[in-house]
């Protein structure tokens, strides 16, 4: 599948798009003000050691000291100590025997600052990479409890055989579980160069110095999204793109080889239509070239597709048509679940097929669509009730999650009372007031179009109201004011 990687850069956002064959497939986006400090890597300076809190706390060069408690600093296992028996010995030395004022100290983030309180860190330092965690001051390869218990052993003395005998540990973490060798053997190589920067680094630079930092957006688009069939890494920022190639040909120069900056008069993503197909991505309805579309709801739980032949009546008969239909859909559902960077548990509604081999039909463009994937997926056959099942684990923000928050008028729900209803609302309300309190008149602000309706259709029931409880009621617009909300003003 031939691939070109598209990435627009500016001050406050990255956006980087995956093109396949002409259609955007992904997107990832990274906002500057978003990022946390969680991984990076700093030369401290102990500032105070505090006995009764069994803390201490740490220049890092940010506005705020961080927090650093005894139960975080790391003791790498003695001979034959076991890792558990180690965790369990940590915090019982005090720490006031273990750092000292003054003191240069390595330490990662494990905790972003929130509010008035500063980072918290810890001693024990852990480089993420693609599909492994490197422990530099360990020698222990561990496996992610999510990976199945009889993979695990194999995975470990493959990790064994590749990591040879240069010292550091690592974890696989569960998108390790199908990586070949090759893989395994990359991340390596890119996880312990970057150790051996960030120690040249601490014998570099003073104290409260940045040693490491998690890569941003585009050095992961290098490690992550590039393989054989990417074509181009298109960049619209020659500064950026001079920077990433610095990165790229460090560790890994076989990506950074296909960089190329962008020079052309319009922005990149309208060159390629991307800001359209964003837009598409982040409606409910998405229209399939037939004439049928989907309908897809994302919820907490798990998100339903459903599948509807719309304006398609095909050429010979019913039966063709919901095929067509559906063979269209379940190369449509792959894409948007990689575009929308949908998680968790799927259910996609097809259109009820009598004939086995035309659902068996679809079930395999599904799964030959979903295998271009590169987050794993699980799928399961048709259910009795014609539903397939399938899930799709969760590694970021949904595109909408990242993009948009719930509708201030709605509140999330997607619909609102109609005019009619809240005028009612308002009616039974003026009721339950009217029985409580003894005003010289009631007067309803509401929206414009609420006021509308009781100067018009409504007219007759408000005056037979004001007369039942021989009131005045007058009214009031409010610009601006969402149509559910109103208020009842006693005077």
């Known amino acids: 599948m031939l691939q070109d990687i598209l990435i627009n850069w500016s001050p406050q956002e990255t956006r980087v798009a995956v093109v396949e064959n002409g259609a955007l497939q992904e997107l990832h986006v990274e906002r500057t003000l978003e990022r946390g400090l969680v991984g990076n890597v700093y030369l401290g300076k102990v500032q105070r050691v505090l006995p009764g809190m069994q803390s201490a706390f740490i220049d890092i060069g940010l506005d705020k000291a961080a927090f650093l408690h005894v139960a975080d600093v790391w003791h790498p296992p003695a001979e034959g100590e076991t890792i558990s028996a180690a965790r369990s010995a940590q915090g019982q030395i005090p720490i006031e025997r273990q750092v000292f004022e003054g003191q240069s100290l390595m330490v990662q983030v494990v905790k972003d600052p929130m509010g008035s309180k500063g980072a918290r860190l810890s001693t024990q330092i852990s480089i993420a990479g693609r599909m492994l965690v490197f422990l530099p001051q360990d020698d222990h390869i561990g496996v992610s409890q999510k990976i199945p218990l009889e993979q695990r ?28 060798d090759m893989e395994l053997a990359d991340d390596i190589q890119y996880l312990r160069k970057a150790w051996a920067r960030t120690k040249a680094a601490s014998l570099r630079l003073p104290a409260a110095s940045l040693l490491h930092q998690d890569l941003n957006l585009m050095q992961r688009v290098l490690r992550d999204l590039v393989g054989e069939g990417t074509q181009a890494i298109r960049v619209d920022s020659g500064e950026q793109c001079e920077a990433l190639k610095a990165f790229g040909l460090e560790f890994m120069p076989a990506a950074a080889a296909k960089l190329q900056r962008y020079k052309g008069e319009r922005p990149i993503f309208d060159l390629f239509g991307i800001d359209e197909d964003i837009t598409r991505a982040l409606a409910r309805r998405v229209d399939l070239k037939s004439g049928g579309y989907l309908v897809i709801d994302q919820t907490e739980a798990l998100t339903t597709i459903d599948v509807n032949t719309g304006g398609f009546v095909g050429a010979r008969n019913f039966d063709d048509t919901i095929f067509k239909t559906n063979l269209e859909a379940a190369h449509a559902i792959a894409r948007q679940l990689r575009l929308r960077n949908l998680g968790g548990i799927v259910i996609a509604d097809f259109i009820d097929m009598v004939r086995e081999d035309h659902r068996q039909q679809v079930l395999d463009a599904l799964r030959q669509q979903l295998q271009r994937d590169r987050v794993k997926t699980t799928l399961g056959g ?35 009372k109609t005019v009619r209803t809240v005028a009612y609302d308002i009616f039974r309300e003026i009721l339950r007031e009217a029985r409580q309190f003894n005003p010289r008149e009631f007067r309803i602000v509401a929206s414009s179009k609420v006021i509308e309706l009781f100067l018009d259709e409504e007219r007759q029931h408000l005056e037979g109201l004001s007369s039942f409880i021989g009131k005045p009621i007058s009214l009031q617009s409010e610009a601006g004011v969402a149509q559910e909300k109103y208020d009842i003003v006693l005077l």
């Open 153 to 180: 052993e194999q995975l470990r003395a493959r990790m064994q055989a590749l990591s040879g005998s240069e010292g550091g540990g690592f974890i696989l973490r569960t998108n390790a579980e199908d990586a070949s």
């Open 382 to 416: 048709f259910s009795q009730l014609g539903l397939v099942e399938m899930t799709r684990k969760r590694t970021r923000d949904s595109l909408a999650h990242m993009l948009c928050e719930p509708c201030a008028e709605c509140q999330g729900k997607g619909t609102v």
